[in-house]
């Protein structure tokens, strides 16, 4: 079982900034997707910004591009979420991700408001 420690998140402003932070325990498995996802009120989770082991291309949203980043490594146990210019759009539930090929792990996700 692998574990993902969240934190960060809250209401802000519009055209502010804020981060997520996310640890995971798992040291063992090597090809695995990390990063993080989003849900909306009634919609399916999907991807924020994510990268592979497999190629270590980060993939953003169109939405957030040139104003979120994913930082850390595939390697290292922390995966964060810089947000910034955020938009009242940008409202939703955010989750860190830890998924190997054919099974997905989550964190307990956390709430971003932002407020125009």
């Known amino acids: 079982q692998v574990q993902l420690v969240e934190s960060g998140g809250g209401v802000i402003q519009a055209g502010g900034s804020l981060a997520l932070f996310c640890e995971h325990s798992?040291?063992?498995?090597?090809?695995?997707?990390v990063g993080w996802w989003r849900q909306y009120p009634g919609k399916e989770r999907e991807p924020v910004a994510t990268?592979?082991?497999?190629?270590?291309?980060?993939y953003y949203a169109d939405d957030v591009k040139g104003r979120f980043t994913l930082q850390g490594h595939p390697g290292t146990l922390m995966m964060n979420l810089l947000m910034s210019n955020v938009k009242p759009e940008d409202t939703a539930v955010y989750y860190c991700?830890?998924?190997?090929?054919?099974?997905?792990?989550w964190g307990r996700g956390t709430q971003v408001t932002v407020f125009a």
């Open positions: 991700g830890f998924n190997p090929p054919g099974i997905n792990y």
């Open positions: 798992e040291t063992r498995i090597k090809i695995y997707t």
């Open positions: 990268v592979s082991t497999r190629d270590g291309v980060i």
